[in-house]
């Protein structure tokens, strides 16, 4: 053992935090020997080594990795490296199993606890903890909550308690749950171990919400890892389904290989277009939360095993999915918030191979998003927010400035770019970007001919053509279009200005709006397209200055 892991090791046991002030040279050096003797991994990904740094020395951590990014290494790994019980709180039975059985062909001790178990199963969980030192326990929140844990987990040395998907914990979150709420009792009944709360995508507020939820103490935020290289992120305005129905075509000609996920907003959506493309094409399933358990787990599996290649779901599929080779995913109906849209393309391209992520986006989503928020039971500030989070969406579907950038400004990574050069505003010409010609454009989708292995049929009746409008909506003229390019730049100087992305400021739309019409004063500017309250106060007077200065 090195001689800079014992000066850390007993830092650590006099309360002394050493972190960040030597440099452990051995130690980083021991790390990467675990890293590589038990996973086989020769080094760690952006963020990962910070991390589980910061758990070594008894810090809470709030961690922000995107999926694919690794985060499951950030709690496996100190069980190993510090020969110790750790506990991960996770919501899924099926992630669990998956997670245990790649633990255990590593050679590391690991077992879960669900409801799915027999007595002599669960025993036999308990039996095997007690046998090793290194231990890494999978469980579900609702089992913390029983009383006879309560008592194991506060008679047991345990070095890290992990709680995944911690977004569930915050009422702001896009996927709040109760019995997430009530995990503030670790800290109860341990308040020395650290924990360690992970998600893959979460804004400041849900971050600090999470935070006083778990009642974490100086939690060190770590926010890493959302910039995706191998996705190409396109945003397609459609008018309609049938005009939908023509661009996923076109993404299905383009993407012969590996397999697809197509999301939509209801449970009829998926059953419908999996019917649609079912006609069209093999290997078509759907996936929704009204399928009894039994169907999706199968579902699931035939997907996994590759006996399904097109998936049309809802959001209830997506946590836990880890297919390596998805290189579409297409949203065929927009979602609530950009929270579950980067989750959700975040199942393209796990391999690091080039992938494509379609947003199919029209009025009409919104629609159907409003609908849900209206129809909830949630407290007003909790419908409020949501609010903002759809309109947030739409702006960033409206946008016209680079697709990842605006993504890591909008998470806070600590990465930034100005251009990522593979999304549909930085290069659209690329031949990533699903692309449709004006002729194609005007046909039914039933008369397309797909170079696939089983071709698209002709339909014998096509529907009399409708005819193509400019899915921006907005015609400029040449002195409109120079002040929509300088109202584009004040945009951009006043996103970098609040450390914001600027479709947080204004959306494409909105500038067109302004363009075409030059308002000249408050009271003008309140009629203006994507102007509500918030924003007239808070860019109002700024808006008009830059506005008379273009004259």
Not at 271 to 296: I, K, M, N, T
């Amino acid at each position: 053992m090195s001689w800079d892991y014992n000066i850390w090791i007993f830092a650590r046991g006099l309360g002394i935090d050493l972190h960040g002030k030597v440099e452990l040279g051995g130690f980083s050096t021991m790390l990467e020997t675990t890293l590589k003797s038990t996973f086989g991994l020769s080094e760690f990904r952006k963020g990962q080594q910070e991390i589980i740094r910061a758990i070594l020395d008894r810090k809470d951590v709030l961690a922000v990795l995107p999926t694919g990014g690794g985060k499951s290494l950030c709690y496996q790994f100190p069980a190993v490296y510090l020969k110790q019980l750790v506990v991960v709180i996770s919501p899924l039975i099926a992630l669990m199993k998956d997670q245990v059985n790649a633990l255990k062909r590593l050679g590391v001790p690991a077992g879960a606890l669900h409801s799915g178990q027999s007595e002599d199963e669960k025993r036999m969980v308990f039996y095997e903890m007690n046998q090793e030192k290194s231990f890494v326990l999978y469980l579900s929140p609702e089992r913390v909550q029983k009383d006879g844990f309560k008592k194991w987990i506060a008679s047991r040395q345990i070095a890290l308690f992990a709680i995944d998907e911690a977004h569930c914990v915050s009422q702001w979150g896009h996927d709040f749950r109760e019995e997430y709420a009530e995990l503030k009792v670790l800290k109860l009944l341990k308040p020395e171990v650290p924990i360690l709360a992970l998600t893959a995508s979460a804004t400041p507020t849900v971050l600090n919400d999470v935070a006083k939820n778990l009642q974490l103490v100086d939690p060190q935020r770590m926010v890493h890892g959302f910039y995706r290289p191998n996705l190409f992120y396109q945003v397609q305005g459609v008018e309609d389904d049938e005009e939908k129905r023509r661009w996923l075509l076109q993404a299905l000609s383009q993407n012969l290989s590996g397999r697809v996920i197509i999301y939509c907003g209801t449970r009829k959506m998926t059953e419908e277009l999996c019917l649609y493309l079912s006609a069209e094409f093999d290997q078509v399933g759907y996936y929704h939360a009204g399928l009894s358990p039994e169907v999706r787990t199968a579902t699931q599996d035939q997907y996994s095993r590759g006996d399904l290649r097109i998936l049309v779901a809802t959001n209830a599929f997506g946590m836990g999915i880890d297919q390596p080779d998805v290189r579409l995913v297409v949203h065929f109906q927009m979602p609530a918030n950009i929270d579950s849209l980067y989750q959700e393309m975040g199942r393209a391209g796990r391999d690091g191979e080039p992938s494509t992520c379609l947003l199919l986006y029209s009025k009409k989503d919104k629609g159907l998003q409003s609908f849900f928020i209206q129809s909830s039971k949630a407290k007003k500030a909790i419908k409020d927010l949501r609010w903002r989070n759809l309109d947030a969406l739409v702006s960033y579907s409206e946008g016209g400035e680079c697709r990842q950038s605006e993504i890591l400004t909008y998470y806070r990574d600590s990465q930034r770019i100005g251009q990522c050069g593979h999304c549909d505003v930085c290069d659209p010409d690329s031949e990533r970007k699903i692309s449709l010609s004006v002729e194609n454009l005007k046909r039914n989708p039933r008369d397309f001919e797909i170079a696939a292995p089983t071709k698209l049929r002709k339909s014998k009746s096509c529907k009399k053509e409708k005819a193509v409008k400019d899915p921006k909506g907005e015609m400029l003229n040449p002195e409109q279009e120079i002040l929509f390019q300088q109202l584009r730049k004040w945009r951009k100087a006043k996103a970098t200005e609040l450390d914001q992305p600027a479709f947080v400021v204004f959306s494409d739309q909105t500038l067109r709006a302004l363009a075409k019409t030059n308002p000249r004063s408050i009271e003008e500017l309140k009629g203006v397209y994507g102007i509500g309250p918030g924003k007239l106060e808070r860019f109002g007077w700024d808006l008009l200055a830059e506005l008379k200065a273009a004259d």
